[in-house]
Structures are given as structure tokens and as C-alpha cells.
């Protein structure tokens, strides 16, 4: 399977999460983000941006997922109705600490927040098969100027 991140060039070559808080994990509970498609990615920048800082050096990273890693899904209709809104960050934290902290597989699967039929996938660098996940890609990215305004 092939993933995708959009990610300022001087993250671009390695797959390390931050650990800053996101709507799947919380502070210091690392977790990369990444999404089924370039589009999903392109709209996961835009929304978390806010349109603000789209002029950097961006890179979109494809990743490689071998078909032989196992994948947790978390399937939108076992969600809280609510669950996409902001005010649920908490809601959904719990949920992306608990799948780090139990350790069944390096990949979840989550719904977009975003856009409901489409889906991100989560690493946790820490499970054992995260290291057969490879950045197969690194490709040049710019916004296209008119979603800047």
C-alpha cells in the first residue's frame, strides 16, 4: 500500500513524529500522520494551515506499507456522532494513545475528519514492524497559489 505526507522539505526525509498533540494522539505520544492519497494529504495541509505558511519548500513523501504489516481500523461508525469536532480532540486522543500504548500493529487506520468517506493512516514508530516502512518517494510539492488566499 502507498501512503502519502506533505511535510516542509526539512521533514521530508524522515518518517519521525513529532509528538506534538493532534486529534489522534495526544502531547508527547508519537504518532506520524499520514493519508490515503495526495489529495487527502493536500487537504489535511490546507485545513491544519489555515492557508497560513503554504509558501514554504513542501515535499509529498510516498510511503510504502508491505501488504504483510498488519493494520488496526477504526471504523467511523464506531465513533461518537460528534466525533469529528473539535471539541471531541480528547475523545479521539484516547482512542490513538490507547492503539500506541497496546501495541498491536505499527498502522492505524482512521477516518477523515475532513472528508468522512476517506481515510488517514497513523504509524507508531514504536511497534516492531514500523521499521519495514520505507519512504519510497520524495517528490516536490506547491500549493497552488489560488488556495492561499
Request: net charge neutral.
Amino acid at each position: 500500500m502507498k501512503v502519502y505526507r506533505i511535510t516542509l522539505e526539512k521533514w521530508s526525509n524522515t518518517l519521525q513524529p513529532s509528538g506534538y498533540a493532534a486529534r489522534w494522539n495526544s502531547n508527547g505520544v508519537f504518532v506520524l500522520y499520514t493519508s490515503s492519497s495526495k489529495p487527502m494529504a493536500c487537504l489535511e495541509n490546507l485545513v491544519h494551515r489555515s492557508g497560513e505558511g503554504l509558501n514554504g519548500n513542501f515535499k509529498c513523501m510516498i510511503i510504502d506499507v508491505p501488504d504483510t504489516i498488519g493494520i488496526n481500523v477504526i471504523n467511523i461508525e464506531d465513533l461518537d456522532a460528534d466525533w469529528f469536532e473539535y471539541k471531541n480532540y480528547s475523545y479521539c486522543q484516547d482512542l490513538g494513545d490507547k492503539w500506541v500504548q497496546k501495541g498491536d500493529s505499527a498502522v492505524l487506520k482512521v477516518p477523515s475528519a475532513i472528508m468522512k468517506d476517506e481515510c488517514n493512516y497513523l504509524f507508531n514508530p514504536k511497534h516492531r514492524a514500523f521499521e519495514k516502512i520505507k519512504i519510497s518517494t520524495i517528490e516536490d510539492f506547491i500549493f497552488d497559489p489560488r488556495l492561499k488566499r
